[in-house]
């Protein structure tokens, strides 16, 4: 690479790992007021996947990031960047013990928490370290294991979130070259944080000396108002990306979305006029698992060859924060390893 040109971070590895539980949407009929019908007419979901008992974050990025080390051909990196909402513990970080377990020695690596817009952040960081030459190649992943903070009982949430991890490989590149991750947009309004939280755990609510109740130590969410900000933020992330690309909404061939709902989805592909058929989604097999979700979405889709090299592809999220972003990239010819158990 001409080192006068500007440094880009290319996509050169990715994957996704799916843990083996899977609670089905007729078992979570036989606990909660709920039906099958209800939960795919209104979130387009079918099942999810949790962790068994002992299995936490740290484990889902580690076969993640195995994965895409694999998919990208290394087995080094410059820096560790994971995001995520369920951290195995509020200190330390997580990302050093995933580093040390992928056995990347004495490597950068940091968390990042951005709730569903994690992966987004957590890619920009990676972007970043890239520009500035602090780093020639970043591991970026995304692990939750939401299973550990939902409410069982709570149908609002239990029926939506899923555990999983998803992984992508950044190294050092051209800006023209396929996978060369582009514009990227973020944002947030703390005005609404609580939309999206879990009250309880963390130094707000431990200095208080107050004692929480059981409920506030679940996720909470206003889902009819999130559902409205989702909207509108990822789309207008979006077109501001769209117009930082030099790209029409003609250009894009794929519209990558987190996977929060499907109704979402299919609403922010209608806002931008994005045809539905150019929509990937694997929410139905997996939910919502949140800060894993885009990269997860991108492994499955090249492995089930509906992501092909030189695909133009919007990517967009959001989550609690509130916080959200967009990117684009132009899809690379790479090798996607797709780790999973879905039954459909």
């Not at 909207?231 to 990558?256: F, H, I, P």
Request: glycine residues 10%; proline residues 5%; aromatic residues 4%.
């Amino acid at each position: 690479m001409d080192k006068h040109r500007t440094r880009a971070a290319v996509l050169t590895g990715v994957a996704g790992y799916v843990p083996p539980g899977t609670v089905t949407n007729a078992e979570l009929e036989a606990r909660l007021d709920t039906t099958d019908e209800w939960i795919r007419s209104r979130t387009g979901i079918a099942e999810r996947h949790t962790v068994p008992p002992g299995t936490a974050t740290r484990e889902l990025a580690v076969e993640a990031g195995q994965l895409a080390l694999k998919s990208a051909g290394r087995d080094s990196v410059d820096s560790v960047v994971l995001a995520t909402a369920t951290p195995d513990r509020l200190c330390p970080a997580t990302a050093p013990e995933v580093a040390a377990a992928l056995g990347l020695g004495p490597v950068a690596a940091h968390d990042i928490s951005a709730v569903c817009a994690g992966f987004l952040y957590a890619l920009s960081a990676g972007v970043g370290a890239i520009a500035a030459g602090f780093a020639d190649h970043v591991l970026v992943i995304g692990a939750e294991t939401f299973s550990a903070i939902v409410d069982p009982k709570d149908r609002n949430t239990a029926v939506i979130f899923g555990d999983a991890a998803g992984a992508v490989v950044l190294r050092a590149g051209d800006p023209d070259e396929p996978g060369a991750i582009g514009p990227v947009r973020l944002g947030s309004d703390g005005q609404y944080s609580d939309l999206i939280q879990i009250p309880a755990g963390g130094a707000r609510q431990r200095s208080s000396g107050t004692v929480p109740e059981a409920a506030d130590h679940h996720l909470q969410m206003q889902g009819r108002k999130v559902y409205r900000h989702a909207k509108e933020r990822m789309t207008q992330a979006a077109l501001d990306v769209l117009e930082r690309s030099g790209w029409s909404v003609e250009d894009v061939d794929r519209l990558a979305t987190h996977q929060a709902n499907a109704r979402i989805s299919e609403a922010v592909a209608d806002e931008l006029g994005v045809p539905r058929d150019r929509v990937l989604s694997n929410i139905e097999h997996v939910g919502n698992t949140s800060a894993a979700s885009l990269p997860l979405l991108l492994a499955d889709s090249a492995t089930q060859g509906r992501l092909r090299p030189h695909d133009r592809v919007l990517l967009a999220a959001f989550g609690g924060g509130l916080a959200w972003g967009a990117a684009s990239l132009t899809w690379p010819d790479v090798t996607a390893f797709a780790a999973h158990t879905y039954r459909g």
